[in-house]
């Protein structure tokens, strides 16, 4: 991993070289952030290190924390480490990594302003404006130049980024195989998700997203998290969960049936089998909305060879009945934050690109790019919230619609990654 953190490293540092350069930067300092208290508590909401912090450098579990870089100069990390007998210490920084800055300690947030260089009027600061920083004389706070390039650059991923993102799928994939498991020998929805977090020798804080635990007709509600505690005999499960490595995530949708349901049995692999086909569509220069209508063509294809309805699958594409069993988008980018950044600007200066009018769920409809990752995630359900406003049309089968009610629905979702000659899925060597 050493010689490709390094030429990861290396890419974005050229991104803020330049980016100093057009707007008369000598440096910028990126803050790590820090735990949020409690609104009238002395408790803390879990810390969460800013992202473009962790763009540079894995390290995620240093709060008061801050990266500095001066022009082509070999960039200095200021690590807090606190000094009390109340909460357990971060150890000192190791890995590969580290060779490639200097790296200095401070013991107290009295001395934040000291580990600082004085002169600070041509040097830009990154992170959450906290009012700490106001009076820090900084020439600015989050100058977006410097966040429109960052995100820019985050849509194409290097060598480093997708290896992380390799064992990220291959931790999730792991928990996945446990919690179905779990699901098979007749466990709760809790119980289900608590043997995913032992799994991955998780806490809940440290998913990347909240864990999406459905049994039966709660795949149904598109970000499912009330897991129920007792244990009942459930026909189906839709778990939508990730993991993450070195701060970049996995996010990865399979659902489960029992023996004795083959028609559900029958509808997950024909999702299945619109998972792969999607995939197989993927091309450079396409626009990646042309996999959402690729989508919703497969789902009117199911939608009628199941009987859902009782016109033919051209008649449900054109009428988008579709959007009644499928109202969410094909996919997202994912990388550092699961929803990943850099969708909604078309260049490095952050000049806006229009979102999809037709699909207005549809968080990506950029051109595809060698060197994306984002993912693919189809799915039919049932939701009496968009089925309410069609009661009584004689288009849709109601008998076949209620059969399938009680298992909510179905969803499959893998990560790909975009080669210059082919496509490469994150997920599947490890979870067919």
Not at 379 to 397: A, P, R, S, T
């Amino acid at each position: 991993m050493k010689e490709l953190y390094k030429e990861h490293l290396n890419k974005i540092l050229s991104v803020l070289n330049k980016t100093m350069q057009d707007n008369e930067y000598d440096e910028i300092i990126l803050y790590s952030g820090e735990a949020k208290t409690i609104y009238l508590d002395d408790n803390k909401y879990p810390y969460k290190v800013y992202t473009n912090f962790k763009y540079l450098l894995p390290v995620l579990k240093n709060p008061h924390s801050f990266m500095r870089y001066k022009r082509d100069e070999k960039p200095e990390l200021i690590v807090f480490q606190k000094v009390d007998y109340w909460d357990s210490q971060p150890k000192e920084l190791e890995g590969e990594w580290t060779e490639f800055f200097n790296i200095t300690y401070y013991h107290s947030l009295a001395d934040m302003k000291k580990v600082l260089p004085s002169n600070l009027k041509n040097t830009a600061f990154l992170g959450e404006e906290i009012n700490r920083f106001k009076d820090f004389s900084f020439k600015s706070l989050n100058d977006y130049s410097f966040i429109h390039a960052l995100h820019f650059a985050r849509t194409i991923k290097s060598a480093y980024e997708v290896e992380c993102m390799r064992k990220a799928n291959k931790l999730a994939s792991k928990a996945h195989i446990a919690a179905r498991t779990a699901f098979l020998e007749g466990k709760s929805e809790l119980e289900t998700h608590l043997l995913y977090l032992k799994a991955l020798s998780y806490k809940e804080e440290e998913v990347p997203y909240t864990n999406i635990v459905a049994f039966d007709e709660s795949a149904a509600i598109l970000h499912y998290v009330d897991y129920k505690t007792h244990e009942y005999e459930a026909k189906s499960f839709l778990l939508d969960a990730g993991a993450s490595f070195r701060g970049y995530h996995a996010d990865i949708t399979r659902t489960h049936v029992k023996k004795g349901h083959e028609s559900f049995k029958d509808l997950i692999q024909a999702v299945d089998e619109s998972c792969l086909n999607i995939i197989s569509k993927i091309k450079i220069n396409m626009n990646y909305e042309v996999l959402q209508e690729q989508m919703h063509l497969d789902t009117a294809q199911i939608l009628a060879d199941f009987k859902f309805m009782n016109i033919s699958a051209d008649e449900i594409y054109e009428k988008e009945f579709t959007k009644v069993f499928c109202p969410a988008g094909v996919g997202h980018y994912i990388g550092l934050q699961v929803h990943d950044i850099g969708n909604t600007i078309s260049d490095e200066y952050g000049t806006a690109h229009a979102m999809s009018v037709k699909h207005p769920f549809l968080r990506l409809n950029k051109n595809i790019e060698e060197g994306n990752v984002f993912t693919v995630e189809p799915g039919i359900y049932v939701i009496d919230q968009l089925l309410k406003n069609h009661l009584g049309k004689k288009e849709f089968n109601w008998d076949v619609i209620s059969h399938f009610r009680s298992y909510g629905g179905a969803r499959v979702e893998d990560s790909l990654f975009v080669k210059k000659d082919e496509v490469e899925n994150l997920t599947r060597p490890y979870l067919p």
